[in-house]
């Protein structure tokens, strides 16, 4: 059936063959697509419309568009989950059928800053114990860490003891985190961390802000999290009230 036979909007048609195309292997992960020229005789419609599901598929972070480069197929994410799911670093990668481990950039105690002591009221604070990481997955680096805890809740030495910062809090400070508020943004290449996670100059990066708190709402852990987009996806659910 060629795609002209489909009542549909024509770009809505070439967005789901492409798609198909991708998932039966004719164009693999990281293979660069034809040429437009190429691909929209292939597939009997205008450049135009070919443009169009390109744009679309490129918002979908299924394909990457890198000008007077061509267009590439983008890995699939190895772990997706809805935001509301509050899981660690460590649990993510285990969830996703890899082996967790962390390179270890610093670990140090620090002076809470005014945006620290802000996050963490109304508990008072002086000073945070501060871990920066790169996180990896089967030894490919895929998410940046940057985690500051309540100091007297954490050894400082025991840290690199367990990947886990969620398992570290549990064990020696007797905190078990139960929920975060979270803020997401999206990132361009950032000239420190995009290097350490092997990100393509043209590929984003997710950062999650989180403020974790206990049950009984005490704050103990915040963290910024740069995740490779090629390897972490999140949703959310939204429900009509």
């Known amino acids: 059936m060629t795609i002209r036979s489909d009542t549909r909007q024509l770009y809505l048609q070439v967005i ?33 419309t070919l443009r169009e599901a390109l744009r679309l598929l490129e918002e979908e972070n299924v394909l990457t568009r890198r000008h007077g480069v061509g267009t590439f197929v983008n890995t699939k994410p ?19 059928g890899k082996t967790p481990g962390a ?9 809470a800053s005014i945006e620290d002591k802000n996050r963490f009221m109304p508990k008072e604070i002086d000073s945070l114990a501060k871990i920066e990481r790169v996180r990896t997955a089967d030894g490919e680096p895929v998410v ?30 007797s905190k078990h985190v139960s929920y975060a508020v979270t803020h997401i943004e999206p990132v361009g290449f950032h000239a420190d961390i995009s290097p350490l996670l092997n990100s393509q100059p043209d590929q984003s990066l997710l950062l999650l802000k989180q403020m974790h708190y206990t049950d009984t709402d005490e704050p ?22």
């Open 144 to 173: 940046y860490c940057v985690d500051k805890i309540v100091k007297e809740l954490i050894p400082i030495e025991k840290v690199h003891n367990q990947d886990s910062i969620f398992h570290v809090l549990e064990d020696y400070g």
């Open 103 to 111: 390179q270890y950039i610093s670990t140090e105690i620090i002076e």
């Open 220 to 241: 103990v852990l915040y963290s910024a999290n740069y995740f490779r987009s090629d390897v972490f996806s999140f949703y959310v659910v939204r429900k009509r009230i």
């Open 78 to 96: 190895l772990f997706s989950s809805g935001i509301e799911n509050l899981n660690s670093v460590t649990d993510m990668i285990i969830s996703s």
């Open 16 to 48: 789901d063959r492409l798609k198909k195309d991708i998932e039966n292997g004719l164009y693999k992960e990281k293979e660069k697509l034809p040429s437009e020229f190429e691909l929209s005789k292939r597939l009997g419609v205008s450049r135009t």
